[in-house]
């Protein structure tokens, strides 16, 4: 417990406020680059994950890549694109981005596909044309997954910024990588800290928008809101009864 | 290339290490999931503290867990114990919730005719529930396996040897070659795990094995898990 | 008036849904397609407003083909009601009702107050109107499945299995009150529907479909029950047992309506002496109404 005091008192030591070591600097860095990130990888993945979940067109390839994807190291692709690259903040970046789309288009086109296909026919039925289905009846429902696929990625590329530090002067990782090198276990341990309350934090924030984004008619329809890891399990839950079933 | 056919035992010791690191957090964290899967389940109660502490437990990224847990379990950092424990941390909090929901997904009917005809609460989880909850179990132990061989190379990086050496070598040397066959050889292991799971479920559950046709990845899921 | 004019649609090179069929709807009457299913019913009824687009044949309305029409905006003028309302989860009763209309452009203000009086028109009370479709009991739910269905004021009204999904009481009901409706409004209906007590309560005019969209019978549903044409026919109408076929039995100078089974299905009225049993008595209806 004395190495959690020491670690607490390297959080809280006004030495690290100040310079390009400054503890705000680098939650600031990591914040931002795993937003960024986010952003272009949802700019990427929504409109493909959309179209996948809303004409059924691609979605064997969708999902073979997204499951492909998932046994691939971050560490390796972290690695080989920065020899690919160069040092720099370029590698870090185009790694958290291809590691950051799969679970977005997935989440993406599983909340098409988890809508009732009744309630899609008869807005067709009634006369909503394809565009109007997608913003009126697809998109609004099918939000709650969209958001639980893009916490997952968020998750993802938070813990892997961390590990960015590894390739690139960036963020909160590069008091890891320093404590490690320099056997200082209060920096080590202090930015391991550091980064859990953030990707806590992140978690939280994500769980709240996401339970804010359930259409509240739908709300009262199911007993149990679509909920935290719901994203992962449940698509994955469906899938394996319904080939139990059929 | 020549990289690759001049450091054969290398990768092969590499990929021993890695085995030793991965599979048993695989059987671990299924073993463990049970129980606090069963018990989520069972109570309201119970459902909500086990699914949140999992929840956020998987939250968590690796590489800070990796230097936090010694500290807590009083490993060394860089003792292959530590990436264990670690891993099967991770596989618990994703298999719980399988667990759960797959126990969850059994039809309320076929339990209460099961009780109707005479199994006891006991026989009857191991007997009915276990078993048609099976195939979803099975999904996500292929999730876990996969994961927590994408993951065990994270260790690599804080001196716990495994296929990530192979990266962690490859960047400081500037060997691209290295580099890739670490990630084939990581991806390759992934699969072979993932095959000996579906072959295993085919011996337990004969009665899935028309419709599990697939040997590929498990997918669908629309996390994917490694970090 | 809808016509179909030799409609053929195979969804594969071997599963034909509908074979060869052509028919005249009369404006202004309900038609119900009735069959079991496979029969292509609700292909049929689909076909009107292209949900689907027959392989071969054409369909009329008033004269024109609906494939020179565009699909979205001839769907706009069609009033659709599905099985288990179709309504949307996420909006309001309200909302629901005037989903068409908003598309049409009708100002929001305009449409929410057409769309109050509609919930008027269909029996559910105003309060309801900022309840969302799950807050609903079924048979409520299905009413604003008609109210919604009838938002644009459309000539047609096309019910697929309205009110299958709900229990036998209240499929009563609304089977009352679509007749009620319907003597107000004047459409021109068309109901699917594999429950043949239903056809023969709803319909002008029934057709009676075997698999692979042929036709069995089509005539009022008097004619068909007094008439079938073949085996197939009265064995699906049930007129060779049970309830529907009743014969007259003489008890002390009482006329007594029996059925095949030897139940009682009730008294042939004398003047004054009238009276039905409820219960089979109630169901048998279908053959001994007009």
């Given at each position: ?68 994807f998932?046994a691939i190291p971050t560490l390796g692709l972290l690695t080989l694109v920065a020899l ?7 590698a870090p970046?185009?790694a958290l981005?291809i590691l ?56 993802q590329?938070?813990a892997t910024a961390t590990l960015a530090a590894y390739i690139a002067?960036?963020?909160?990782g590069?008091?890891l990588f ?69 | ?13 590499r990929?021993?290490?890695h085995?030793?690191l ?39 990224p690796s590489l800070?867990?990796f ?16 990436l264990?424990?670690?891993l ?59 994961s927590t061989v994408s993951l065990a190379t994270v260790g690599a990086v804080i001196g716990v040897q495994s296929l990530g050496s192979l990266f962690t070598d490859g960047f400081q ?5 290295e580099i890739i066959a670490g990630i084939v050889a990581t991806v390759?292991?992934a ?35 490694t970090r | ?290």
């Amino acid at each position: 417990m004395n190495l959690f005091a020491q670690a607490v008192q390297w959080i809280l030591d006004p030495l690290n406020y100040v310079g390009v070591n400054a503890i705000p600097l680098r939650v600031f860095e990591h914040l931002a680059f795993t937003l960024v990130t986010l952003v272009i990888a949802s700019a990427i993945a929504i409109p493909i994950g959309f179209f996948i979940g809303h004409t059924g067109r691609g979605r064997g390839l969708a999902v073979s890549v997204a499951g492909a994807f998932r046994a691939i190291p971050t560490l390796g692709l972290l690695t080989l694109v920065a020899l690919w690259i160069g040092i720099g903040l370029g590698a870090p970046f185009v790694a958290l981005t291809i590691l950051a789309i799969p679970p977005i288009l997935a989440g993406a086109y599983t909340g098409f596909e988890a809508i009732d296909r009744r309630t899609v026919d008869a807005a067709r039925a009634v006369g909503m044309s394809e565009g109007q289905i997608v913003r009126g009846v697809e998109v609004p429902l099918g939000l709650p997954l969209l958001i639980g696929g893009i916490r997952s990625a968020a998750l993802q590329v938070v813990a892997t910024a961390t590990l960015a530090a590894y390739i690139a002067d960036i963020g909160l990782g590069r008091y890891l990588f320093t404590g490690l090198k320099t056997r200082d276990h209060a920096e080590m341990l202090g930015g391991s800290i550091l980064v859990i309350l953030l990707a806590l934090a992140l978690e939280g924030i994500f769980a709240t928008i996401q339970r804010f984004v359930v259409p509240r008619g739908v709300i009262s329809s199911r007993s149990k809101v679509v909920r935290v890891r719901s994203s992962r399990a449940r698509p994955m839950v469906n899938s394996a009864v319904e080939k139990g079933t059929q | 290339m020549t990289w690759i056919w001049s450091n054969g035992d290398l990768i092969w010791d590499r990929t021993l290490d890695h085995l030793v690191l991965s599979v048993p957090p695989i059987l671990l964290s299924f073993l463990l999931a049970l129980p606090l899967g069963a018990l989520a389940n069972r109570y309201r109660a119970s459902r909500g503290v086990i699914l949140g502490s999992v929840g956020l437990l998987y939250a968590i990224p690796s590489l800070p867990l990796f230097i936090v847990l010694p500290v807590i379990v009083g490993t060394s950092a860089r003792s292959p114990l530590n990436l264990i424990i670690a891993l099967t941390l991770y596989g618990v909090a994703l298999m719980v919730r399988v667990v759960a929901d797959g126990l969850a997904s059994v039809d309320r009917d076929v339990r209460q005719s099961a009780a109707g005809v005479g199994f006891s609460s006991w026989s009857e989880f191991w007997q009915v529930e276990l078993p048609l909850a099976g195939p979803v179990l099975l999904a996500g132990l292929r999730v876990v396996a996969v994961s927590t061989v994408s993951l065990a190379t994270v260790g690599a990086v804080i001196g716990v040897q495994s296929l990530g050496s192979l990266f962690t070598d490859g960047f400081q040397r500037g060997i691209q070659a290295e580099i890739i066959a670490g990630i084939v050889a990581t991806v390759v292991l992934a699969l072979v795990l993932d095959g000996v799971l579906v072959l295993l479920g085919r011996l337990l559950m004969p009665w899935t094995r028309k419709s599990s046709s697939r040997v590929l990845l498990p997918v669908v899921t629309p996390a994917a898990v490694t970090r | 008036m809808i016509e179909f004019r030799s409609v053929t649609k195979r969804f594969t090179q071997d599963a034909v849904a509908v074979n060869d069929f052509s028919l005249v709807l009369p404006s202004r009457k309900i038609t119900v397609l009735v069959g079991s299913s496979g029969s292509g019913k609700t292909t049929l009824l689909r076909m009107i407003n292209r949900m689907v687009d027959p392989t071969s044949g054409s369909i009329e309305i008033d004269g024109v083909d609906v494939a020179t029409l565009e699909p979205v905006k001839l769907r706009r003028s069609i009033g659709y009601v599905m099985q288990n309302s179709g309504l949307l989860p996420h909006r309001k009763v309200v909302d629901n009702v005037a989903t068409v209309p908003l598309l049409r452009g009708v100002p929001r203000k305009q449409a929410r107050l057409d769309a109050l009086e509609l919930l008027d028109t269909v029996g559910l009370s105003r309060t309801l109107a900022d309840r969302y479709p799950s807050q609903l009991s079924g048979g409520q739910q299905q009413r604003v499945g008609v109210a919604r269905g009838l938002a644009v004021n459309p000539n047609i009204l096309l019910m697929d299995e309205p009110f299958g999904a709900v229990d036998p009481i209240v499929r009563a009901e609304l089977q009352q009150e679509l007749l009620r409706l319907q003597q107000e409004l004047d459409k021109t209906v068309v109901f699917v529907t594999h429950d043949i007590d239903e056809a023969f309560l709803l319909g002008d005019q029934v057709v009676i479909l075997r698999t692979g969209g042929l036709v069995a019978q089509i005539g009022s549903p008097t004619e068909i029950l007094a008439n079938p044409v073949d085996e197939f026919v009265s064995s699906f109408v049930g007129a060779d047992r049970g309830k529907r076929s009743l014969h007259l039995e003489n008890h002390g100078g009482d006329d007594l309506v029996v059925d095949s089974e030897g139940r009682l299905a009730g008294v042939l009225s004398t003047g004054t002496k009238a009276g039905t049993r409820s219960g089979p008595g109630a169901a048998a209806q279908g053959g001994v109404r007009q």
